[in-house]
Nanobody, 124 residues
Framework: QVQLVDAGGGLVQAGGSLRLSCAVS????????MAWFRRIPGKEREFVAG??????NYTDSVKGRFTISRDNAKNTVYLQMNDLKPEDTAIYYC???????????????????WGQGAQVTVSS
């Protein structure tokens, strides 16, 4: 079956950088939409960034700081996070929408497979 494995989380000071990875096995990322969500303590899971080979979308709070990318040969998606802020502290989840190349939907119900999550903690 399809498995998504999130990695790369950790503790970083404000202004620092981290890169998350999401390795997919049992399936292929192909041209499908791959996305990152996050859950801040006490809040619902929220969309962070997502894209296919056709489109890319970011939530406003991370534009200019986060970059989503993919390596189809490695069947892996990345989230490069720069200039991290304490409010970015959350568990980050990779997700795959196997039905679409576009648009990039921001609701969790559109996604079929999920990673286990990676904790990102940003200290002030």
């Amino acid at each position: 079956q399809v498995q998504l494995v999130d990695a790369g989380g950790g503790l970083v000071q404000a202004g620092g950088s981290l890169r998350l990875s999401c390795a997919v096995s049992g399936g292929t990322i192909g041209d499908t939409v791959m996305a990152w969500f996050r859950r801040i303590p006490g809040k619902e899971r929220e969309f962070v960034a997502g894209g296919s080979t056709r489109v890319i979308n970011y939530t406003d709070s991370v534009k200019g700081r986060f970059t989503i990318s993919r390596d189809n040969a490695k069947n892996t998606v990345y989230l490069q996070m720069n200039d991290l802020k304490p409010e970015d502290t959350a568990i980050y989840y990779c997700a795959q929408d196997i039905h679409r190349q576009a648009p990039v939907l921001t609701n969790t119900a559109a996604y079929d497979y999920w990673g286990q999550g990676a904790q990102v903690t940003v200290s002030s």
